[in-house]
């Protein structure tokens, strides 16, 4: 049970490149989130999805897209690297129920720097 | 509106001193509430949480926080910390509103123990 995985681990771009930041979980859960983490301004949420084919906006989501073509995935992408886009990514996913108590379980984190 | 207030964004303290990170929320409906720790270059990890019932709660790692629901609180406790204890510390809120299981993280507060 590997839990939460991400890749890559690091990554470096120049301005305009592209890339997609892959994330599975293998614990069936329904809901699925990506933030990003800055110093002193802790998790934003980008995106976030409450089960397969469904995906929302969160709180920061201009500059990213994302896809959840299977339960097990969760893909963010950046079409055109900025380096305001320079962070810490992390994926979560939870059960997602009804009712709130459903802690989120996190991966490891991308830590992409664009220049 | 809902939020989460971390009041200390570092924390210095000495080896088997005490310690207690502040963590203040704001709701409009009923919450549950956690703490996530981060270790350097790690993602987050749940530390405990509350749901319903004692408002004491305790971690495996002599960790505990008190739910004080009348000055909307939940800090963060342990009487004797360890130099393994360094490491950043979140609060979150999770709440069930419009249908969707949603959290809210506070900026986080780096413990910093030194022998």
């Known amino acids: 049970n590997a839990g939460v995985t991400q890749t890559p681990k690091f990554r470096v771009l120049k301005t305009g490149q592209s890339m997609t930041l892959l994330c599975a979980q293998d614990?069936?859960?329904?809901?699925m989130y990506w933030y990003r983490q800055d110093p002193g301004m802790g998790l934003r949420l980008i995106h976030y999805?409450?089960?397969?084919?469904?995906?929302a906006k969160g709180e920061v989501p201009d500059g990213y897209n994302v896809s959840r073509l299977k339960k097990q995935n969760f893909l963010l992408g950046l079409e055109s690297a900025a380096p305001s886009q320079t962070s810490v990514y992390f994926c979560?996913?939870?059960?997602?129920?009804?009712?709130?108590?459903?802690?989120?379980?996190f991966g490891p984190g991308t830590r992409l720097t664009v220049l | 509106a809902q939020s989460v207030t971390q009041l200390d964004s570092q924390v210095p303290v000495f080896e088997e001193a005490p310690v207690e990170l502040r963590c203040n929320y704001s709701?409009?409906?009923?919450?549950?509430l956690f703490w996530y720790v981060q270790y350097p270059n790690q993602g987050l990890q749940l530390l405990l949480k509350?749901?319903?019932?004692?408002?004491l709660v305790e971690s495996i790692n002599g960790f505990e926080a008190e739910f004080n629901k009348s000055q909307t609180s939940f800090h963060l406790r342990k009487p004797s910390v360890h130099i393994s204890d360094t490491a950043e510390y979140f609060c979150?809120?999770?709440?069930?509103?419009?249908?969707?299981?949603?959290?809210?993280f506070g900026s986080g507060t780096k413990l910093n123990v030194k022998p």
């Open positions: 614990m069936n859960h329904e809901y």
């Open positions: 509350y749901l319903s019932g004692s408002t």
């Open positions: 709701s409009s409906v009923s919450v549950y």
């Open positions: 979560a996913s939870s059960q997602g129920l009804a009712g709130g108590w459903h802690e989120q379980f």
């Open positions: 979150a809120v999770s709440l069930y509103l419009y249908n969707f299981n949603k959290f809210y």
């Open positions: 999805s409450v089960g397969e084919g469904t995906t």
